[in-house]
């Protein structure tokens, strides 16, 4: 009885979570009279053709999608191997400050990105990387969470496989990439797919920094089909549907780590 009333309960927040993205994809098949209709409209609708058309043709989207999947691998790679490295060498080499610096990096994440949004403008505006994708990757690549995570991944790697590699004569980096990064894949891939959903659904900075519609990433793009006129939201929602599908698909690919990861993580 206690189980079956725990899987009926699993089963019901599972469709109150779905639903919304569920009926995301349903209104992406109907047009905006539909959707505002009540009671609305639970099944796929014909008007998907006309949507995409509407989507597609004659705007950037396509362009604008392939530059927002090459922003966020760009990010992630980068990001991951700092927040890599650097959590390595915080969890496996003691030195001087190194409390303290791990103190520093947690302080970070209590820190509202708004605080340092200007700065970063300033700082961009310097260098003279507005509208361009390294001022959209480049200042996040130290990621704080990212740190401390892969700290705390580390710090369950043996210290007795280390000095046996140094005995085989192997270098500190040949150590790290070669025995350390396969360790810990699980925690690896749910870093990588957190910095990815980070930078995939990242809106307000690449809207500051970036001014040509053919620079602009999905999130930006779909903002500008709201205009001060009336939105076709039928094509918003569709948009937004199409956006969302890559990361469902990392997900899928990378569940089994993503599942091991987070439960190595709750057993430590």
């Keep these: ?13 599972g469709i109150v979570s779905l639903f919304p993205i569920y009926w995301m994809f349903v209104a992406g098949t109907r047009p905006s009279s539909d959707i505002f209709s009540a009671p609305p409209a639970l099944l796929p609708g014909d008007f998907l053709p ?7 043709a004659g705007t950037t989207f396509a362009g ?27 969890a496996k080499y003691p030195f001087r400050g190194r409390q303290a610096l791990l103190i520093v990096i947690i ?11 200007v700065p970063l403008f300033e ?3 310097t260098l003279g990387w507005l509208n ?15 740190i401390f995570f892969m700290r705390q991944a580390f710090l369950g790697f043996p210290n007795e496989l280390m000095e046996a ?7 500190e980096l040949g150590i790290f990439y070669r025995i350390a990064l396969p360790a810990i894949r699980p925690a690896l891939a749910v870093l990588g797919l957190l910095l990815f959903m980070f930078q995939w659904n990242s809106f307000l900075w690449p809207l500051l920094v970036l ?35 890559p990361t469902m698909i990392l997900f899928l690919i990378f569940q089994k780590q993503f599942v091991t990861g987070i439960l190595a993580g709750a057993i430590k």
């Design 1 to 13: 009885m206690r189980s079956l009333l725990l899987h009926s309960v699993l089963i019901v927040g």
């Design 50 to 56: 006309e949507n995409l058309d509407n989507l597609f």
């Design 64 to 90: 604008n999608l392939l530059m927002s999947l090459v922003v966020a691998a760009v990010y992630t790679t980068v990001a991951g191997l700092v927040s890599a490295m650097a959590g390595f060498a915080l």
């Design 107 to 117: 302080v970070t994440m209590t820190v509202p990105f708004q605080v340092t949004l």
């Design 123 to 125: 700082m961009m505006t």
């Design 132 to 146: 361009s994708l390294q001022a959209v990757i480049l200042p996040f690549t130290f990621n704080a969470f990212g």
């Design 165 to 171: 590699a140094r005995l085989d004569g192997a270098s």
């Design 211 to 245: 001014t040509n519609p053919d620079l602009y990433t999905a999130p930006v793009f779909l903002a500008t089909l709201v205009g001060l006129g009336e939105a076709d939201y039928g094509v918003l929602l569709l948009g937004t549907a199409i956006a969302t599908i």
